[in-house]
DNA sequence: GATGAATGAGTTTTCATTCAT
DNA sequence: TATGAATGAAAACTCATTCAT
């Protein structure tokens, strides 16, 4: 990857992320990248191409992100691994996957399918801990860390260290 | 508010809210609604002013949603009331608020100082209820419950009513 | 004439004067007269018409304004007559002779017809007063006067009195 | 400038000297000139852009047209050309002329402060020959080469050599 | 790989005008 | 006489994309 096609990604990402998908024009993501307009078009072949290129990279992170849940065999430390991801996305990560949540939104995609071996894997966790409901436990749980992530990411969380503990004491972790 | 009028804010509803609002071009509207493109513009002057009244009608639904909560006095009753709200959602109003969702990622704002009296209202139940950390758990919970009304609106929640009698367990409610 | 169609003349005087026929719509004059869209139509059958009722009372006015000079017998009198018009103008009528000087040049009609009768009493004026080239010299003296003209009604004239005499002088007046 | 921005310029000087600024559309000015109508934005920016690239060579030229005039040191050689420059346009430079008096009045706006190194030079000019009031004898000329530009831009003049000679002889040049 | 001029189809917006009331 | 909802056509402007260099 040249330099020129590694700034046209890292710009569109921040425009997307700001703006949305449809709002930014490619002339925009040049202009700002300081490239011309057809270089994005020879890199990406399309807009639909950036944005793919984009999403593809969010779901490697993604990837690397849980894979470190998924691995944990102990249950409570998954449990607890889970519910510290939302509080260590670096300040700096945050555009990242401000875009990431908005994009779903805006294309309307559905992440159940990428998401099922993770929901499997809290499952199971909760089903070894002996937790009565376990499916319905680990959807719950990622449906807060989803509403938590949101939160944190659009800064809107006052005290996430307590907040931390708060909910790992919920689950006696 | 002439009969044309309600029309094409309905249908701009459904249209924002299934494609987005920048996707989503006021020649389609109007034709989807069966009015000249002319005239959405002498009813709300500009496209930003057509988003800007249906999200008004969305803020005032919004509030009659929340009003309930509020004015409850007892503090488990008013716990109860909020958790029952996403679960509450009528189908046919699923277009509704996701539209709503979508727009706040789409356009980005902030919904955090229209949600105040709410929060207070709920820190205020948890500390009636002698929760140690009344305004995290009031935080955490509103967290839980927008990652649950995502997961409801999306259809993405398998089982509703059993999910609903976890949480409501969990608050001992 | 009823109250709202005189209205509507003036305040659609007012507009073109100072935007130019093309740049103001029939709605902003409709807007800013305080009657309805229909109403214009009503009274002016179209935007044309408005600006021929404006019209037409322009040129009465003008006509008015050189009947005295062209029935003025004496030659130097006549020639002063002629002379002192621009520096008559009230400030009030700025507005209405401006926009007549725009429109000339916006719709782009010729006035020298509708100026023959005048250009003959001051040629005639010039021949009585035994210029050599009388026909000339009213040709001169229209032209400075209309550079005149302009220049007042943009205010841009500093000393008005002053450049009145000095013209004056020029014809021993 | 590519050849293309060139023919829109030029297009576009045409048609606003003979429709108007208003009164002529982008799609137009494309059309005439062979371009695609989203050429001229590229090159323009927007519909004022475009007027404004015209309006700035005016200037080029104008500035030009009165350097030979402010530059001369003799004040009587100074007034006698000021007086033959409306006299010498071409005939193929009338639409452009024509086209910087419309779009003054057009556009309303004031040429006073552009015109002052102009006017103080013909002060200069008539102070140096004696005049005793040379300050307004040089606005009084100025408005009379007004006038008699635009008639002559407008083919109003029927005998423009003997005009320019009775001119010369009323200032003894 | 990189540029930027050029396009064509679309989008938002304006506007003169009509018509039912 | 007067209103204002409604229209259809055109205007200004945007944008993804192509292509010659």
Redesign the pocket.
């Known amino acids: 990857m040249?330099?020129?096609?590694e700034t046209i990604l890292q710009t569109a990402l921040e425009l997307f992320a700001k703006e949305g998908f449809?709002?930014?024009?490619?002339?925009?993501v040049a202009k700002e990248a300081?490239?011309?307009?057809?270089?994005?078009?020879?890199?990406f072949?399309?807009?639909?191409g950036l944005l793919e290129a984009i999403l593809k990279e969010g779901e490697k992170k993604f990837k690397l992100f849980y894979a470190d849940v998924v691995m944990e065999n102990d249950p409570r430390e998954r449990l607890r691994k889970i519910i510290l991801l939302p509080f260590q996305i670096a300040e700096e990560e945050y555009e990242f996957w401000k875009l990431q949540f908005k994009l779903k939104w805006e294309l309307g995609y559905d992440s159940t399918e990428k998401m099922k071996p993770l929901v499997e894997s809290i499952t199971k966790a909760f089903d070894e801990l002996s937790y009565p409901a376990p499916s319905l436990e680990a959807e719950l749980l990622l449906q807060t860390l989803d509403g938590l992530s949101t939160a944190i990411i659009k800064h809107e969380v006052s005290d996430p260290e307590n907040l931390m503990k708060l909910l790992l004491k919920k689950y006696e972790l």
């Open positions: 040249t330099e020129k096609k449809n709002a930014t024009s490619t002339s925009k300081g490239v011309s307009e057809g270089l994005v078009f020879k890199h072949n399309n807009k639909a």
